[in-house]
């Protein structure tokens, strides 16, 4: 009897380990078999981003959005300073004037040196020249003032909105919002005026170039005169071509919002570590010199559009473009539903931290994309389920 009992201890003490063993590795091989033929991985889910740049070097004027403000497409929320470009239309407009003021002499020195030759019909041509260039000037003139008067006038409606909200909050008095309000007004009245004689302007110019064109048809051209003149006519022509290019550059240094969003944080590239103090790549600020293509802020979309996940070398064979997947959302409220896989990377790439195994040892996959089905309520950098069906 007591060897019987000596010999089951013995059986306990060294087989039963070993029994109990084997049967944990064969489920741990058979959990694992099962979760490879199952497909099961996390993703990410995330929304489109806009990174807002300049195309031209330029100093931060003003940025009247803050972080996680909403914003629509079109609105304002970058000005820079023009301040350059002024300056530079204001150094192209005197150019024009004194290519201006030499023509006039130099039309009548010509007149002069060919007084018996030239009949009265010459002289009257290139005054209706002169006549088309000063319209044009004019016209030049009016639509560089209505440039600059247009973008004081969003900044008025702007600073319009920000003094309603202060008084509206009891922290301005009414009289600093009427006093906006008289401003704006007072501009886009004078906006109306100039905008006005601006139509003014290119109807006289549309029936002072009729008049020549009249006038050319009927009576012979004299060449050696208007070849002379001509290359003042070209400089003029190009300092006009200098002054559009000038106004398309002052355009853009009003930034808008290209999409319906939230301002969100400046995105930092991949292998650019996170140095600066806390919120310091929130937005740029006012002062700052921006360079072309530099990020000034980002607008996000405040809905998961996609999930990201990455299959491993074992998993990869297993997905197709089309697939139908099973997504689980674990956050309340909790969600399961199917979606499909609109894309599969081309390549291998490193997963984000999230979704390693072992936070200290690093992993790869090939990345594919899910699409966020209408019905299921995520919110941007949330982990999801999916499993293959």
Request: proline share 5%.
């Amino acid at each position: 009897m007591k060897s019987e009992d000596n010999r089951s201890d013995i059986w306990r003490r060294r087989f039963l380990p070993v029994f109990v063993w084997l049967v944990a590795a064969a489920a741990v091989v058979g959990l694992l078999n099962r979760r490879t033929k199952q497909f099961e991985v996390l993703g990410i889910a995330r929304s489109q981003t806009c990174s807002v740049a300049g195309t031209l070097a330029g100093r931060v004027k003003s940025i009247p959005v803050r972080l996680f403000d909403n914003v629509q497409e079109g609105q304002i929320l970058v000005i820079l300073d023009d301040e350059l470009i002024n300056a530079q239309i204001a150094t192209t407009m005197t150019e024009i004037q004194r290519l201006i003021s030499e023509l006039i002499p130099t039309q009548d020195q010509l007149s002069a040196e060919a007084a018996q030759r030239e009949t009265d019909w010459i002289a009257a041509q290139r005054r209706f020249s002169v006549d088309v260039e000063q319209c044009k000037v004019r016209i030049l003139e009016m639509r560089t003032i209505l440039e600059t008067d247009g973008i004081i006038l969003e900044e008025l409606a702007l600073e319009v909105r920000i003094v309603r909200e202060l008084v509206e909050k009891n922290a301005l008095a009414p009289y600093e919002l009427q006093k906006t309000k008289i401003q704006y007004n007072t501009l886009a009245k004078k906006i109306e005026e100039n905008q006005r004689l601006l139509n003014q302007c290119e109807l006289d110019l549309q029936n002072t170039e009729n008049r020549r064109r009249e006038f050319t048809l009927h009576q012979p051209v004299h060449l050696s005169i208007d070849r002379a003149l001509e290359p003042i006519y070209k400089a003029i022509e190009v300092q006009q071509q200098l002054i559009e290019e000038l106004l398309v550059q002052r355009r853009q240094m009003i930034l808008r919002s290209p999409i319906d969003g939230v301002v969100v944080q400046i995105r930092a590239s991949a292998d650019q570590a996170d140095s600066g103090r806390p919120g310091e790549a929130n937005l740029r600020r006012p002062g700052e010199v921006v360079m072309p293509g530099q990020p000034i802020l980002t607008i996000a979309e405040p809905r998961p559009s996609e999930i990201i996940a990455y299959a491993t070398e074992e998993q990869a064979g297993q997905i197709r473009t089309g697939s139908i997947v099973e997504l689980t959302k674990n956050s309340q409220p909790r969600q399961i539903t199917q979606s499909e896989i609109t894309y599969i990377g081309p390549t291998v790439e490193e997963m984000p931290i999230r979704l390693w195994l072992n936070p200290n040892l690093r992993q790869w996959g090939r990345p594919f994309l899910v699409k966020v089905p209408p019905e299921m309520e995520l919110t941007p950098g949330e982990l999801v389920g999916i499993r293959m069906l």
